[in-house]
C-alpha cells in the first residue's frame, strides 16, 4: 500500500496562490507517475496535472496551463502543485494520486489517492 496526505490547501482571494504537497509513504516512489485531481461539489473528478517518474513529462488540463505548475522531489517522496492567478472556478477538493504503470490520465488509471485538500477561491 502507498499512503498519500495531502496538505496546502485553503482559502485565498481570486488572483492569489497556493502551493499544494502530497508526500508519500509504503512504496518506491519513484516508481510512481503522480497526478493531481480536482472535484468540485455535484462535478466529476477531473485531472488537473500529472507527472512522470523522473519529473521529466508533465500535462495539465487545459483549464490550468499557464497558472499550475506540478513538480515532485523524488528524494523527498513528495509531489507539489503551484497554483498561480487562481479563480473562483478552481474551488475544489484537490487529491494526489499514484499510478505505478503511467498509462493514462483517467482516475481509474491510478491505484492510490490521498484524502484531499479543499481549496477555496473567493471572488
Known amino acids: 500500500q502507498m499512503q498519500l496526505v495531502e496538505s496546502g490547501g485553503g482559502l485565498v482571494q481570486a488572483g492569489g496562490s497556493l502551493r499544494l504537497s502530497c508526500a508519500a509513504s509504503?512504496?518506491?516512489?519513484?516508481?510512481?507517475?503522480m497526478g493531481w485531481f480536482r472535484q468540485a461539489p455535484g462535478k466529476e473528478r477531473d485531472i488537473v496535472a500529472h507527472?512522470?517518474?523522473?519529473?521529466?513529462?508533465?500535462y495539465y488540463a487545459d483549464s490550468v496551463k499557464g497558472r499550475f505548475t506540478i513538480s515532485r522531489d523524488n528524494a523527498k517522496n513528495t509531489v507539489y502543485l503551484q497554483m498561480n492567478s487562481l479563480r473562483p472556478e478552481d474551488t475544489a477538493v484537490y487529491y494526489c494520486?499514484?499510478?505505478?504503470?503511467?498509462?493514462?490520465?483517467?482516475?481509474?488509471?491510478?491505484?492510490?489517492w490521498g484524502q484531499g485538500t479543499q481549496v477555496t477561491v473567493s471572488s
Open positions: 494520486a499514484a499510478d505505478r504503470l503511467g498509462l493514462g490520465y483517467g482516475s481509474s488509471d491510478f491505484e492510490y
Open positions: 507527472i512522470s517518474w523522473s519529473g521529466g513529462t508533465t
Open positions: 509504503g512504496r518506491t516512489f519513484s516508481n510512481y507517475a
